[in-house]
């Protein structure tokens, strides 16, 4: 099973800020890495597939990047509707065995 | 838009077997090119990928529940089903489906229903 790490476990950021959350895999993915979005009683919104592709509707302020084992997802000038757990999510296998990260909590400073 | 809906009992007592359906509304559950899936959330804690189903019921499980696991679908009322056998209080959590869409030959979760809270309790 493929382990994904997350980091920090929670990150404390400005509103109007940058955030970083970065993303581990235990062994290469290949870009085949998506970002999730959950707040607080909702359930996980698609934000990027595919390492740095933005899903439908996000706004262009979330940025993927990465390869193989490691992966950053980065939001720029924070906004109050930002602040929620992110997780990363692998898909690399076939037949599939996903996993996904333990999320990164982002909190207002 | 395509929606997802979690249905089933809120309660299930130990020893038991939990069934949840996902009704898809908004599109077939017989597009050719997606899998459909379910994932848990214990209270405060992580997400955990359940298994997936084609609609011509090629099923695929998380290895360490495959044992007490069952996936199904049901095309003619676009639905899919969530069996979990000998259920203990480590089940407990909210349990969402999903839809899976193909990204290469590789899928990812594109849309997610609400979640349901399935509480595991005599």
């Known amino acids: 099973e493929i382990v994904m790490t997350q980091s920090p476990a929670t990150l404390s950021v400005s509103p109007g800020e940058r955030a970083t959350l970065s993303c581990r895999a235990s062994?290469?993915?290949?870009?085949?890495l998506a970002w999730y979005q959950q707040k607080p009683g909702q359930a996980p919104r698609l934000l990027i597939y595919g390492a740095s592709t933005r899903a439908t509707g996000i706004p262009a302020r979330f940025s993927g990047s990465g390869s193989g084992t490691e992966f950053t997802l980065t939001i720029s000038s924070l906004q109050s509707a930002d602040f929620a757990v992110y997780y990363c999510?692998?898909?690399?296998?076939?037949?599939?065995?996903?996993?996904f990260g333990q999320g990164t909590k982002l909190e207002i400073k | 838009q395509l929606q997802l809906q979690e249905s089933g009992p809120g309660l299930v007592k130990p020893s038991e077997t939990l069934s949840l359906t996902c009704t898809v509304s908004g599109g077939s559950i017989s597009s050719t090119y997606y899998y459909w899936g379910w994932i848990r959330q214990p209270p405060g804690k992580g997400l955990e990928w359940i298994g997936s189903i084609y609609h011509s019921g090629s099923t695929y499980y998380n290895p360490s529940l495959t044992s007490r696991v069952t996936i199904s679908v049901d095309t003619s009322k676009n639905q899919f089903s969530l069996n979990v056998s000998s259920v203990t209080a480590a089940d407990t959590a909210l349990y969402y489906c999903?839809?899976?869409?193909?990204?290469?030959?590789?899928?990812?979760?594109?849309?997610w229903g609400q979640g349901i809270l399935v509480t595991v309790s005599s």
């Open positions: 999510q692998q898909y690399n296998n076939w037949p599939p065995v996903y996993t």
């Open positions: 062994q290469s993915v290949s870009s085949n």
């Open positions: 999903a839809r899976l869409t193909p990204g290469g030959f590789l899928f990812y979760f594109d849309y």
